[in-house]
């Protein structure tokens, strides 16, 4: 039986600095998500308020980043075998 193709997402969040975004990620893995350490941590703005990182995770564990730490989660696309 072949593996099951995952989706892959890309989360985007707020921080006041790099060590908190770092500490943000910290949670969202104890949230369940499984974040991609060699993407790591990318700022999308000039102030550095804004971040994204990417990850696999369940519906259940998307859901609480979004409300917990109020990021927003976007589809990046399947990953493994079609």
Known sequence: MSPVPRRRYIIEFRADDIEKANA???LMRQLGI???DEYGVVPIDAT???FVTRGQA???ALASV???LGARVFSEGLVGPA
């Open 58 to 60: 369940s519906a259940g």
């Open 24 to 26: 943000k990620v910290a």
């Open 48 to 50: 550095l308020t804004h």
């Open 34 to 36: 499984e974040t991609d």
């Open 66 to 68: 979004e409300q917990k």
